[in-house]
């Protein structure tokens, strides 16, 4: 792996701490940084009598935060934690305030580090300097919460302890995903409209609505997945191509297939070119509901536009035409898939 530039953090005029955090960078970079010699090298920079910047530290835990594993030091994030606990323990006359953004860092590395007991007691540290905090330390915390199943005391932070003018998409997002990661994307749906209630920078954006569908359409629940999508439409969001995608495979797997070629036409209209893998899930719907008619006439629309049916497909319509006693037709699509490739299906 070539050696990373390393980056001076330097001020304006020289000096022995700004010279030990440079070396500590130097070693970092070229991936020699063992755990002993960082605390040496920390130590002696914290003994120095003209301190180096805030900013200069946060520099030095987030290259930290993102160091990979390495012979010398194979957890850099764990490292970042025990060297800013060794210059808390140190006392604020040898050391430089930490600001909101070391106190992310921090808080990021501790989620790196899989230590999800450390961020809420680096946030309750945060809390009592009385530092105000951003949107992204609330968000960090709600990863920690989530990650201990404590989504519901996550969910409480954001409605009720959170100051109003701090919450966006991303922080919202965070409690979404864990609510449809666990099954519970009913919770999701509720804070979703609440969300849409709240509307301004609580608004949620195209990817909440693709989260909390996919979620629902995962526990089965169909009909609500396609009401949200109704609903997401009559709030000004504009439906992707992975909220297509997503209707028109859960749609296809509950055999509604005059439902998925609605929305497939509600995509065309909205100038959403279908891709190929949307084509394919379609034709296969069509194949399980013993709709062949159907399947071909999609397969016709494929190739007028330029797309191919993959292997998938083509296997599934040849196993159609074979368990129908059409043995003739399968053999005839499978010389053709054989000589011109599958396009010609």
Not at 89 to 107: D, K, Q, S
Not at 159 to 165: G, I, N, S
């Amino acid at each position: 792996m070539p050696r990373l530039q390393v980056r001076s953090f330097c001020s304006s005029f020289s000096s022995r701490a700004y010279d030990l955090l440079n070396e500590l960078q130097g070693h970092l970079d070229s991936r020699t940084l063992r755990p002993e010699l960082a605390r040496q090298l920390f130590d002696e920079m914290l003994r120095q009598p003209v301190p180096v910047s805030a900013r200069a530290l946060n520099g030095l835990f987030a290259a930290l935060a993102r160091a990979p594993p390495s012979t010398a030091c194979t957890d850099g994030p764990a490292l970042a934690v025990d060297l800013f606990n060794h210059m808390a323990r140190a006392g604020r006359r040898r050391m430089t305030g930490p600001t909101v953004h070391t106190y992310n860092i921090l808080i990021d590395c501790c989620h790196r580090a899989c230590r999800p007991d450390l961020g809420p007691a680096f946030f309750g540290c945060l809390l009592k300097t009385g530092i105000t905090m951003s949107a992204i330390t609330y968000s960090s915390l709600f990863k920690f919460l989530c990650d201990m199943r404590r989504t519901k005391e996550a969910l409480n932070v954001l409605l009720h302890r959170m100051p109003d003018d701090l919450p966006n998409v991303i922080s919202y997002s965070v409690i979404l995903k864990s609510f449809c990661d666990s099954g519970r994307s009913q919770l999701a749906l509720d804070l979703l409209r609440v969300m849409a209630k709240k509307g301004g920078d609580h608004s949620p954006d195209v990817m909440a609505y693709n989260m909390v569908m996919d979620g629902l359409f995962k526990e089965g629940e169909v009909s609500k997945a396609c009401d949200l999508f109704h609903e997401m439409i009559q709030q000004g969001v504009v439906p992707n191509e992975v909220t297509y995608s997503s209707i028109i495979n859960a749609l296809c797997k509950a055999r509604a297939m005059d439902k998925a070629e609605v929305i497939l036409r509600h995509m065309v209209r909205n100038g959403v070119q279908p891709h190929d893998r949307i084509y394919n899930t379609l034709i296969h719907g069509f194949l399980t509901s013993d709709q062949l008619k159907e399947a071909f006439r999609l397969l016709k629309v494929m190739r007028s536009q330029g797309s191919m049916p993959n292997v998938v497909t083509c296997t599934s319509v040849m196993d159609y035409l074979c368990k129908h006693g059409r043995i003739k037709e399968a053999e005839e699509i499978f010389y053709s898939m054989a000589v011109n490739g599958r396009n010609q299906i």
